[in-house]
């Protein structure tokens, strides 16, 4: 993201919610790996949708989840995507997935197992579940961890700053 479309953003989201501050380096930090298009929709999303916001609400949480919400395909559409190369490819073939979490799915059950299983729906079920898991963690993998302890360290001086003449 361009650091003009987070300002704008931002100015957005000030407008429609005076009550509410936004520090700019926090929000550059934690969302500058989105697009700026998407990252625009989603501010425009939340300040469209959100009728009220509570002082414990975390806007930058939701903006990354509406802004990411379009880049995972569902379980369903994994699965679908496993049916049809089941049918393109069949048991000895090797299948191509377009996303790399259908893949993982498909090598955590087996292939092969998937191919010639009698109980499809058992399979879908644990395809299910082990894509769920797989994609909770890539999402959970996208905040970066320096990122993060960056903004610790500088949360903790200003703590130190605040709390320095009082120790």
């Known amino acids: 993201m361009q650091k003009e479309m987070l300002k704008k953003g931002l100015a957005i989201l000030a407008l429609t919610f005076p009550e509410k501050k936004f520090d700019g380096k926090v929000w550059w930090e934690l969302l500058n790996d989105i697009d700026d298009k998407k990252f625009l929709i989603a501010v425009k999303d939340v300040c469209s949708t959100t009728k009220e916001l509570y ?13 990411l919400s379009g880049m995972y395909l569902l379980s369903g559409e994994a699965w679908e995507e496993v049916l049809k190369e089941v049918s393109r490819v069949g048991y000895v073939g090797i299948p191509k997935f377009k996303d790399a979490i259908t893949e993982k799915a498909v090598n955590c059950i087996g292939w092969k197992t998937i191919c ?11 395809f299910t579940k082990i ?3 797989l994609l909770d963690r890539d999402k959970s993998e996208e905040v970066k961890l320096e990122d993060c302890k960056q903004i610790n360290r500088s949360g903790i001086d200003k703590v130190k700053g605040l ?4 120790l």
């Open 116 to 126: 010639a299983s009698e109980m499809i729906g058992v399979e879908r079920s644990h």
């Open 163 to 166: 709390i320095g003449g009082i």
């Open 131 to 133: 894509y769920e898991q």
């Open 55 to 67: 002082p414990g609400t975390n806007l930058i949480a939701i903006i990354r989840e509406i802004a």
